[in-house]
């Protein structure tokens, strides 16, 4: 999908705005897993997560190639819609993001607090996601699509920066919403000629990456139940199905019973906080432990944002409901 000149100039426009972010070992995780675990520390950007990287290369993008344009509207449970409330208003820009009912509280005053107009909109992220689409035809601002070879880009260069910095690695689990992270993370590693087997994961209740690739063609899911708001996807987005489904070596589900296992584990042998999706690969690998036994795996800590009153839930032990 992108050259190694592609990915590295996308580097430096990134890094005008932030530094990369760590890959680190922990030896208390490599000891409940059984392998050499090197983490990559997306939770440590500015906005708590890897989504940043796109909306600051997207708007780059767009302020030099739509120069007209005045505003953006985009669809989000809360990342993605940090990120380019962020980059829009930096450069001047109208930001105007939709989230369904229910979303993140926590997150829906981080995207205000960078400067966006919050509207509220249908149940979900696909309901969202189309209701973006006609405002942004009404009102002419510039619709951001969930998947974009500029938000791509953009992603890409954590994955660069974790392929660089650890030894080789065996596998790595990343999670897949709408698919800009793993797609971002086959990206480099093509690039660079690497052999590293990349995993996705999906949560149960929201598992139509999965689905899709099982079936060979896009399979759309009537709801997508969990509280880890980062993968709650029902309608996967063709351009990146096709880049996972040939560059991924597997899809793997974990329930959200799974995911809070697996956001405790990082909270007691890491002390770092995450969200569902960002604890979502860890599930994963604990799942296949036994297969990668002694082997190097990455895994991708995606995000930290989630909200105080669902960690406290998770914290004594309980699964949060979705409402």
């Given at each position: 999908m992108f050259?190694?000149?592609?990915?590295?100039?996308?580097?430096?426009?990134?890094?005008?705005?932030?530094?990369?972010?760590?890959?680190?070992?922990?030896?208390?995780?490599e000891q409940e897993t059984g392998c050499r675990v090197w983490v990559k520390h997306e939770n440590h950007t500015p906005i708590g997560a890897f989504k940043i990287r796109g909306?600051?290369?997207f708007v780059n993008w767009l302020t030099k190639h739509k120069p007209c344009a005045k505003g953006?509207?985009?669809?989000?449970?809360?990342?993605?819609?940090?990120?380019?409330?962020?980059?829009?208003?930096?450069?001047?820009?109208?930001?105007?993001?939709?989230?369904?009912?229910g979303n993140s509280v926590e997150k829906n005053r981080?995207?205000?607090?960078?400067?966006?107009?919050?509207?509220?909109?249908?149940?979900?992220?696909?309901?969202?996601?189309?209701?973006?689409?006609?405002?942004?035809?009404?009102?002419?601002?510039?619709?951001?699509?969930?998947?974009h070879?500029?938000?791509?880009?953009?992603?890409?260069?954590?994955?660069?920066?974790?392929?660089?910095?650890?030894?080789?690695?065996?596998?790595v689990y990343v999670p897949i919403g709408?698919?800009?992270?793993?797609?971002?993370?086959?990206?480099?590693?093509?690039?660079?000629?690497?052999?590293?087997?990349?995993?996705?994961?999906?949560?149960r209740n929201a598992a139509t990456a999965k689905l899709s690739v099982d079936a060979g063609r896009l399979v759309e899911t009537n709801s997508a139940d969990t509280f880890a708001d980062g993968m709650a996807v029902r309608v996967p987005v063709q351009e990146a199905f096709e880049i996972y489904s040939s560059g991924a070596d597997r899809i793997v589900a974990v329930d959200d019973t799974e995911i809070v296992d697996a956001m405790l584990c990082y909270l007691r042998t890491t002390h770092n906080l995450t969200e569902g999706a960002g604890a979502a690969p860890l599930a994963a690998l604990i799942k296949e432990k036994q297969e990668l036994r002694g082997k190097s795996v990455g895994l991708?800590?995606?995000?930290?944002?989630?909200?105080?009153?669902?960690?406290?839930?998770?914290?004594?032990?309980?699964?949060?409901?979705v409402t």
């Open positions: 050259t190694r000149e592609e990915l590295e100039a996308a580097c430096q426009i990134v890094y005008r705005d932030m530094v990369a972010t760590p890959q680190l070992e922990w030896p208390l995780l909306g600051i290369t953006m509207i985009t669809a989000t449970r809360g990342n993605h819609g940090q990120s380019i409330a962020r980059a829009a208003t930096r450069s001047g820009l109208i930001a105007k993001i939709v989230v369904p009912h981080a995207m205000q607090a960078f400067g966006a107009e919050l509207l509220e909109f249908g149940s979900d992220f696909d309901t969202a996601r189309l209701e973006a689409g006609r405002i942004a035809a009404d009102e002419g601002l510039y619709f951001v699509p969930p998947f070879r500029e938000l791509v880009r953009g992603v890409a260069t954590y994955a660069l920066e974790l392929f660089q910095a650890a030894p080789v690695l065996d596998t709408c698919g800009s992270g793993i797609c971002g993370l086959i990206s480099a590693r093509d690039c660079l000629g690497l052999k590293t087997r990349i995993v996705g994961v999906v949560a991708v800590m995606s995000g930290g944002n989630i909200d105080l009153a669902w960690f406290r839930q998770i914290v004594g032990g309980q699964v949060p409901r």
